[in-house]
């Protein structure tokens, strides 16, 4: 009896280590910035998106999900429209912009989240930082338009923009510290 109980303690603790994270999709915020232009914004209509994330075993972990772009907006009617058009995003063929993850990596306080960006038909390897706050997984990354063949401005410096994620989570397992 005495044996079995090392076992199952272990099993236990790696159970509980486990962590399932559901995204809040209502209330998550996705804000971008183009640092050189000043022009600030969000995007919305977060989709489809899963996080299986387990803090002990990140290899075998992912997240993939999709945002509208008909919900972008700078707080600039007319250039929102403008950026929804053929020469820009071009929401009417290209209604979402996509990502999936095809590696996670633990840092000291973080953990960074590799994969594939997708606007329009390109597709760009980029990588995310997110850290866990409470019920929250707080990210940053940078892209640059151009890759993606899209350019608002005319400089390839302006088109450089910094997407920061608050992403509200709800886990099915117990919490673990990053």
Do not use: C
């Amino acid at each position: 009896m005495r044996g079995m109980i090392i076992p199952i303690a272990l099993l236990l603790a790696t159970t509980l280590s486990a962590q399932r994270l559901f995204v809040d999709a209502v209330n998550s915020q996705i804000d971008f910035e183009f640092p050189h232009r000043g022009v600030k914004g969000t995007i919305g209509g977060l989709q489809t998106w899963t996080t299986d994330l387990d803090l002990h075993d990140l290899s075998n972990s992912y997240v993939s999900g999709s945002v509208a772009i008909e919900t972008l907006r700078t707080k600039n009617f007319f250039r929102d429209k403008l950026w929804q058009r053929k020469e820009l995003f071009y929401k009417k063929e290209f209604p979402r912009i996509h990502f999936k993850s095809t590696s996670i990596v633990k840092k000291e306080n973080s953990f960074v989240v590799v994969g594939n960006l997708k606007i329009k038909d390109a597709s760009k390897r980029i990588s995310l930082e997110f850290t866990k706050q409470d019920d929250k997984l707080l990210g940053v990354t940078s892209v640059n338009l151009q890759d993606f063949d899209i350019s608002p401005f005319k400089k390839r410096m302006d088109n450089r923009v910094n997407v920061s994620f608050e992403l509200q989570i709800h886990n099915s397992g117990s919490s673990s510290k990053l």
